[in-house]
């Protein structure tokens, strides 16, 4: 593989819940000697880009919040591109509030809105949420249900949480539509993370936690995708119909796997 530029995933790959990954660290600082374009990337929606700056940088890892692409970031571009100016944001308050520096104005309470946007809410979901954004897309079937990733899981400290994609999949299963996915595991999502680093994406590897989103995603897009097996790995993983590019311990092994493929 002739590559020249990685995509790092974080959470399960960098860190499960506040424990960091040994090593991690020590890869980013590599990353930066060596001269190698990197961008981290993902879809975590329930904390801005300040924040998870701030969580790396308590772990030792340099970053900048221009450094982190998240489906925030691709949606707003969307919105704004498509007029949607007032959207019904289903996301966290903090979100909510990146959402609005990034030029987003979340719809008043009873207000007309133009697109339901759909993040990680946790906690915040339940019956009367989940019906509320059902009802905005069925009053209007000109609104667009906006995805912010597609993600089926994640491993905490507690053990395994349900992410964003189920509640999606039911949206999009009881109104009839699809959903425009602006986190990974769309191709469009690795497109303007690849624009950052590269020419093409055959240039760029993706190192993630996810068989789906981040191994397959990639690899969908162009990319090539490497399989770390801390966070939400499972052995099963490898047994299944995608075959990841690699498959390391954890990305304190990325230098070693760069300088021997």
């Not at 039911?170 to 020419?199: C, I, N, Q, T, W």
Request: hydrophobic share 45%.
């Amino acid at each position: 593989m002739s590559l020249r530029g990685v995509l790092l995933d974080l959470d399960g790959v960098f860190y499960v819940g506040d424990a960091p990954v040994p090593g991690g660290a020590e890869t980013v600082a590599w990353l930066v000697e060596a001269g190698i374009p990197h961008r981290f990337v993902t879809n975590t929606t329930s904390r801005p880009r300040r924040d998870i700056v701030a969580k790396l940088g308590g772990m030792g890892i340099a970053a900048e919040v221009g450094d982190v692409l998240t489906p925030v970031v691709a949606a707003s571009a969307w919105l704004e591109a498509e007029g949607c100016r007032h959207p019904a944001l289903f996301v966290p308050e903090a979100t909510a509030a990146e959402f609005s520096e990034l030029g987003v104005i979340a719809a008043e309470p009873g207000a007309p809105v133009d697109a339901v946007v759909v993040g990680d809410l946790g906690d915040g979901w339940d019956f009367a949420t989940l019906n509320r954004a059902f009802r905005l897309l069925m009053e209007d079937d000109g609104i667009p249900l906006i995805a912010l990733g597609l993600t089926r899981y994640w491993r905490a400290e507690d053990g395994l949480r349900i992410d964003v994609g189920a509640f999606v999949r039911g949206l999009e299963y009881a109104s009839g539509r699809e959903a425009v996915v602006l986190g990974k595991p769309a191709a469009a999502f690795y497109r303007a993370a690849v624009d950052a680093l590269a020419d093409s994406p055959d240039e760029v590897v993706m190192v993630g936690d996810d068989l789906r989103s981040d191994v397959e995603g990639a690899q969908r897009a162009g990319l090539a995708g490497v399989l770390v097996r801390t966070g939400k790995f499972d052995p099963s993983d490898l047994d299944g119909d995608v075959t990841p590019d690699a498959v390391l311990d954890s990305v304190a092994d990325l230098p070693g796997w760069w300088r021997g493929r």
